[in-house]
């Protein structure tokens, strides 16, 4: 079976643009998050969504938003780029009970300019 | 607020075994996760130990939980190069259940 997939591996762009990343769960995993992890870092959490419903939010600007589709994949999208985005996004999925153990795709890097 | 620390840099010799040692903040933590993070790639699911176990083990991997202390600490055996990598201590924190990751403790295997 698939683990997490997702696209973009890797991407550049420029200041003040926009930017979509998309996330593909394991089969049968309805829950995906999104982390971010800076250079040096740990990851932080984004997102999580659950049957397309946001389930939990972390500590980022509105210039940060996602969604899921019924497929349970997921985007996640940054507006008004800035330089500090620049990092690798981490998309991981679970079953979707609250607290279910996250298994991590392998993330795209993305380098803002 | 939640907080995990981990020491940031761990060398050993190849054989000899290694341990990661990771403090938590959150006393309410039902689960906590050791991952794996290899140069360039996403994190790699290692072990994860249930609040109420004090230890588990997991062929090469044994986890320690001491939660008076809220330490937690993973050992590997026969440490390998192939082990070299970042290894995340990660706790599960809030009703969601996201996670709350350490820095990472980069691990070096000397041949």
């Known amino acids: 079976d698939a683990g997490v997939t997702q696209s973009p591996t890797h991407l550049i762009k420029t200041r003040g643009q926009h930017v979509t990343l998309r996330c593909s769960p394991i089969?049968?995993?309805?829950?995906v998050s999104w982390y971010q992890q800076v250079l040096g870092q740990g990851p932080q959490f984004i997102f999580q969504?659950?049957?397309?419903?946001?389930?939990g939010r972390g500590n980022f600007p509105d210039r940060f938003s996602a969604r899921q589709f019924p497929n349970y994949s997921s985007e996640l999208n940054v507006n008004a780029l800035l330089l500090g985005d620049s990092a690798l996004y981490l998309c991981?999925?679970?079953?979707?009970?609250?607290?279910?153990?996250?298994?991590f795709g392998p993330g795209t890097r993305l380098l803002v300019l | 607020g939640e907080d995990v620390e981990q020491s940031l840099f761990l060398s050993v010799r190849e054989g000899d075994s290694s341990v990661i040692n990771c403090t938590y903040t959150?006393?309410?933590?039902?689960?906590l996760y050791w991952y794996k993070q290899e140069p360039g790639a996403g994190l790699q699911l290692l072990t994860y130990?249930?609040?109420?176990?004090d230890m588990k083990q997991d062929q090469r991997l044994t986890v320690l939980l001491n939660k008076k202390d809220k330490h937690l600490s993973l050992r590997i055996a026969d440490t390998q190069t192939g082990d070299s990598a970042i290894y995340f201590c990660?706790?599960?924190?809030?009703?969601?259940?996201?996670?709350?990751f350490g820095k990472g403790t980069k691990l070096s295997v000397k041949p």
């Open positions: 991981a999925s679970s079953l979707g009970g609250q607290g279910e153990t996250q298994y």
């Open positions: 089969s049968g995993h309805k829950s």
């Open positions: 969504y659950y049957e397309k419903e946001e389930r």
């Open positions: 959150d006393s309410s933590s039902t689960y």
């Open positions: 130990i249930f609040s109420n176990m």
């Open positions: 990660a706790e599960r924190w809030g009703s969601q259940g996201n996670l709350i």
